[in-house]
């Protein structure tokens, strides 16, 4: 419930009407974003915590870029201007696909970034892209453990989440095979309820 107190101090009482207003309007515009965006079906088998699920999805046709380090400070950036040109039409058939989300930064020795493709493409749907740091693959299906959080992702707050989540499997005596994958549900211009979540296969 939003409180508004009349005072006799009229530039400060428009200054919080105003801040109020915009703070509305932001909180609107990031839900129907996150409301209309295609993200892959998973299904929960387990919650760990509140804030921990053990997930099973399906498998995903991705566009994939392969990143010179597992850094999302350092190598974020570039990985999703690899993958966004190619949805924005710089392939063969200069097609533009829908975003998904999220987008996913697998943080291994071999690190990549893929976006998911909307679930109407077949691998052999897709245009092929003019860039050969871009390829269509398919990932497998997968059984992963998934921690979320908020706020701003950077390499710091991953990794601590990265900690967090072994420390909850480890005591549940369940086994993981890393990389660990970093996932990024928000647009740039979301400022509030933003989404993470750092994931690893069992």
Known sequence: MLWIVFTRNQPMQRLF??????AIALIGLNSFYMGRIEKPAYTVEKELSPRIEIRQ??????AK??????SFDDYGSQGFRNVASYIFGNNQQQQKIAMTSPVIMEQGKEASMYFVMPKQYAKSDLPQPNSSRVEITEVQPKRL?????????NDRRIAKYQALLKAALEKENISFKEPFLFMAYNAPWDIIARRNEVAVEL
């Open 17 to 22: 009407i105003s801040t109020a207003v915009i």
């Open 145 to 153: 453990a998934v921690i979320r959080f908020g706020g701003w992702a």
């Open 65 to 70: 870029t392969n990143l010179p380090g597992s």
């Open 57 to 62: 999805y399906a498998s995903m046709v991705v």
